[in-house]
């Protein structure tokens, strides 16, 4: 059974300083990787993608993966309040095939 | 502008009732999703489909059915034989060669009266 594990929070931080969230997946040949941002009430949006080991840096985020390990990380700094949200990890084993979420770690940033 | 549109945003269902959520989108995407999501948890896939008149159940298919007759429309019915089917209700589509890269639409929160 795949899964995606996640702790659910909620894991605050302060502003300005770097959020650290994780998550570990148990099928070994999963092949990509993502982060989406949930807000409250609303639909997920996609904030980060990894496919190979190592880091992956967009702005304020870094998103790391570790495929022996089997977990994937995403980093969050210069924490500002509107980084409030769930962050959802996914992963898929194959192009084409659907993803897999985990619960979400829910982050709170406090002002 | 492009996009996926569910509607309603709101859904009331009575005991025994069967209803559908409408989910279209004008992307051109080949893939359609519906995934389902309870307070405090993450997505839950329910159907799939990757090409018009095909589709697959996800992981928690029993209670739901789909069709998926046009390109642009993948409507859910959530049946009678759900009898738990309160929860925020999440459309998706993506490209099919990118099916990691979902666009979400702006849900359906169904609740039981």
């Known amino acids: 059974q795949k899964e995606v594990e996640q702790n659910s929070g909620p894991l605050s931080v302060p502003e300005g300083a770097i959020a650290s969230l994780n998550c570990t997946y148990s099928?070994?040949?999963?092949?990509?990787f993502f982060w989406y941002r949930q807000y409250s009430g609303k639909s997920p949006e996609l904030i980060m993608s990894i496919y190979s080991n190592g880091d992956k840096e967009d702005g304020r985020f870094t998103a790391q993966l570790n495929k022996a390990s089997q977990y994937v990380s995403l980093l969050i700094r210069d924490s500002q309040p509107s980084d409030s949200a769930t962050y959802l990890c996914a992963v898929t084993r194959l192009r084409n095939t659907p993803l897999v979420f985990g619960k979400g770690t829910r982050l709170s940033v406090i002002a | 502008d492009g996009g996926i549109t569910q509607s309603p945003k709101y859904l009331f269902r009575k005991e025994g009732q069967n209803v559908t959520l409408s989910c279209e989108q004008n992307l051109n995407h080949d893939a359609m999703y519906w995934y389902r999501q309870d307070p405090g948890q993450g997505l839950r896939l329910i159907y799939y489909?990757?090409?018009?008149?095909?589709?697959q159940k996800g992981d928690i298919a029993e209670g739901y059915s789909v069709s998926r007759e046009k390109k642009e429309s993948f409507p859910l019915t959530v049946t009678s034989a759900q009898k738990n089917p309160t929860a925020f209700y999440l459309c998706?589509?993506?490209?099919?060669?990118?099916?990691?890269?979902?666009?979400f639409g702006s849900g359906t929160q169904l609740s039981v009266l």
């Open positions: 998706a589509s993506s490209i099919l060669q990118a099916g990691e890269k979902l666009f």
């Open positions: 489909s990757q090409i018009v008149n095909d589709f």
């Open positions: 099928d070994r040949v999963s092949q990509s």
